[in-house]
């Protein structure tokens, strides 16, 4: 892994190079999230920040200039005050070095890099990250053209140069995707068998997340635990619920190990027993997301694995009494919409919702090394006929292969039988 930050810091100058004009990227530390007056989120790194510098550290940007003749990283002096509060912040010069970046320490931050863009023409930032950078920049674009003529005059979002960088996993990051799994995975196990009537949703979310992090991880997302009707709403985050006999739980989370995430839903029989309407409509959300699977292959467009889950889901609905009609004009009309109202999934990454525009019913093709989440529902708000109030939705993260998908998160099982053993 060594040199790791460097190889792809050469490829953003290799594309900025093949611009053929004066062109930086600028990439900053994510800043502090207030959560109440003058107290904080814990803080999360910004993903293409780490993706480029695999540093930790708050207050650190990276501009990788064709004008310059290494990168740059800037940082802050150390502040005694602040020291007093929050200890002595890690030195930043073992990673300008094994960056080789040239490491500039200076106060006014964003005015020294103002400086530094003089010469630039075609500047690629960030839209979220550090606000008073982003002020600079913005600076910098509303100048009357004039006063244009030291400034980059063409601003392009820093995704322009790191999406297709970021949307290929490595074999490296795969394998941190995959630890991520195995955590969500020990956290499920720990979880499921303590699952029963009367127990009360945030009490398992609670559990969850507690082996999330016992395990050295957090919660790459807010975890969603919704039973009964409450899982009809997508991002459900009350969490007051008790659990009732005869209901199916909905569990929608994922750890994150060292920045990469994994997301992954399951549903679990509130009594450890899949029975009756509920237990046909997860087989048909199963059999949609088993297709859904086998349909993933380099070089498809992520329409096709979304159809493959679509018609089952239709097929499922004609036989549950929900839709009438023939399945190919049902799903050209989308009338399984207000059942299935999201897309297939997600890129998943260093960011849960990673870069890959995969999200939708959109077009674009995969590739290989590609990782994103498979994860068809069906959700009924109010009963429909004999159906209850409800939501299913079972979601794996995938890695595209050639000829294929690998299914990272397989350990996790979702066969009926299986996830009744795993309550027993
Ligand atoms: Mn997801």
Same mark, same amino acid.
């Given at each position: ?61 990276? !501009?990788?200039?064709? @004008?310059?003749?290494?990168? %740059?990283?800037?940082? *802050? +002096?150390?502040?005694?005050?602040? &020291? ?120 398992? !979310?609670?559990?969850? @997340?507690?082996?999330?992090? %016992?395990?050295?991880? *957090? +919660?790459?997302?807010?975890?969603? &635990? ?199």
């Amino acid at each position: 892994m060594k040199d790791l930050y460097k190889s792809r810091i050469r490829k953003v100058i290799k594309t900025l190079l093949a611009t053929k004009t004066p062109s930086a990227l600028l990439v900053s530390s994510a800043p502090f999230a207030p959560r109440s007056r003058d107290t904080f989120h814990p803080y999360r790194q910004n993903s293409d920040f780490f993706y480029l510098t695999g540093s930790l550290e708050p207050a650190q940007h990276l !501009l990788i200039s064709t @004008e310059e003749e290494k990168p %740059l990283l800037f940082t *802050e +002096p150390v502040n005694a005050h602040k &020291v007093v509060w929050d200890g002595k912040p890690v030195s930043p010069k073992p990673l300008a070095r094994s960056l080789g970046a040239t490491l500039e320490t200076v106060s006014d931050i964003p005015q020294e890099i103002k400086k530094k863009l003089r010469p630039i023409h075609s500047l690629y930032y960030q839209s979220e990250s550090d606000p008073q950078v982003f002020r600079m920049v913005n600076e910098l674009f509303g100048l009357p053209s004039h006063q244009r003529l030291t400034s980059p005059r063409s601003f392009h979002h820093v995704d322009t140069i790191l999406e297709p960088l970021r949307v290929r996993k490595s074999r490296h990051e795969i394998s941190e995707i995959k630890r991520a799994a195995e955590v969500t995975w020990e956290s499920l196990q720990h979880t499921a068998q303590m699952v029963e009537p009367g127990l009360r949703e945030h009490e398992v !979310l609670a559990t969850l @997340e507690y082996h999330m992090r %016992l395990f050295g991880c *957090e +919660p790459s997302f807010s975890t969603i &635990v919704a039973s009964g009707a409450s899982a009809a709403t997508l991002h459900y985050q009350a969490h007051t619920q008790k659990l009732k006999k005869g209901e199916l739980l909905l569990l929608d989370f994922g750890a994150e190990y060292n920045m990469y995430a994994a997301d992954v839903t399951r549903m679990l029989p509130v009594t450890g027993t899949f029975t009756g309407i509920l237990a046909e409509l997860y087989d048909c959300v199963l059999e949609a997301q088993l297709k859904s699977i086998a349909a993933v292959r380099s070089g498809v467009t992520i329409q096709k694995v979304y159809n493959a889950a679509a018609r089952v889901l239709i097929d499922g609905l004609k036989d549950f009494g929900v839709l009438r009609g023939n399945t190919s004009a049902l799903l050209e009309k989308r009338a399984h919409l207000p059942y299935f109202p999201h897309g297939i999934g997600h890129g998943l990454g260093l960011d849960v919702h990673d870069v890959g525009r995969l999200r939708g019913t959109n077009k674009p093709k995969l590739q290989e090394g590609m990782v994103f989440t498979i994860e068809p529902g069906l959700y009924f708000p109010r009963p429909v006929g004999k159906l209850p109030a409800c939501g299913i939705r079972i979601e794996d993260d995938v890695v595209v292969r050639k000829s294929g998908c690998e299914v990272l998160t397989r350990m996790i099982p979702k066969e009926r039988s299986k996830i009744e053993d795993l309550m027993a």
